[in-house]
């Protein structure tokens, strides 16, 4: 599944052997003459790590996959959207180069990158692939996270599921249908509501609703915690500790 299929549904397939047994493979001529090719190609390639992997054709030469349900974040979305459509994917669903992955992800995670909060950081600090937005690790790790007390993180979970029943009321509906303004079904625009408020109340947030309120906020924050890192050969300093995702 790549960012394509995450937003606008279908699928494609690729052969996972990861741990497959010799004895398996070889009662599949054509996957076989597959994992040949694979080999042969590599040789081939100009590439060093490529060629460094011509021996172990069976395996992809990068694997990022968790072997968990995961959060997954499509790499490139329209501009059009007031949120980035992320989803919880299952460990069997391999993700391509074009998903950001978030192992170990909770309702609080999605909940959060699924805020108001979190999309207005994202419109202001992340890439661009033409006009539409560019997700990166930087967005993410870069991204000051709240320190909620044990209510209102259970708050932000609780609006976070009512977010995912809003969608999973609509089966039919991609998340490109469901998370395109003119689209946007009235129930999943009160569970972002509602969702808002709670990530709002977890920063303490009282300004305006505006992207250039919410980011002005947000890079205050940003300097108040860099300000805590102990600069290089120094002493470290006690500081409060944000951990953009405990996973």
């Not at 047994?21 to 190609?41: F, I, Y």
């Not at 930087?138 to 609006?159: G, H, S």
């Not at 569970?191 to 709670?198: G, R, S, T």
Request: hydrophobic content about 40%; charged content about 25%.
């Amino acid at each position: 599944m790549g960012g394509e299929e995450l937003i606008n549904g279908g699928r494609r397939y690729c052969l996972w052997l990861k741990g497959i047994s010799p004895k398996e493979l070889k009662s599949m001529p054509a996957v076989m003459k597959r994992v040949a090719a694979v080999s042969q190609a590599r040789l081939k390639s100009p590439t060093k790590s490529v060629q460094a992997f011509a021996d172990k054709p069976t395996l992809f030469t990068q694997d990022r996959q968790p072997d968990k349900d995961y959060l997954g974040v499509p790499e490139v979305s329209s501009e059009r959207r007031r949120f980035i459509p992320i989803a919880f994917l299952s460990a069997d669903i391999i993700a391509s180069n074009k998903v950001q992955i978030v192992e170990g992800a909770t309702q609080y995670h999605f909940g959060m990158l699924c805020s108001t909060m979190h999309n207005a950081w994202v419109r202001t600090v992340a890439g661009r692939l033409k006009s539409d937005y560019s997700y990166s690790p930087a967005v993410y790790n870069n991204f000051p996270w709240p320190t909620p007390t044990d209510k209102q993180r259970a708050a932000i979970e609780a609006a976070a599921q009512a977010v995912l029943d809003a969608r999973a009321a609509h089966p039919d509906s991609s998340l490109a249908d469901l998370y395109d303004p003119l689209t946007m079904p009235p129930d999943l625009v009160k569970a972002h509501q509602k969702l808002d408020a709670a990530v709002d109340a977890s920063y303490g947030y009282k300004g305006g609703s505006t992207d250039a309120a919410r980011v002005a906020f947000l890079f205050g924050l940003y300097q108040e915690l860099t300000s805590l890192l102990p600069a290089v050969g120094s002493k470290p300093k006690r500081a409060r500790r944000v951990k953009a995702a405990e996973a």
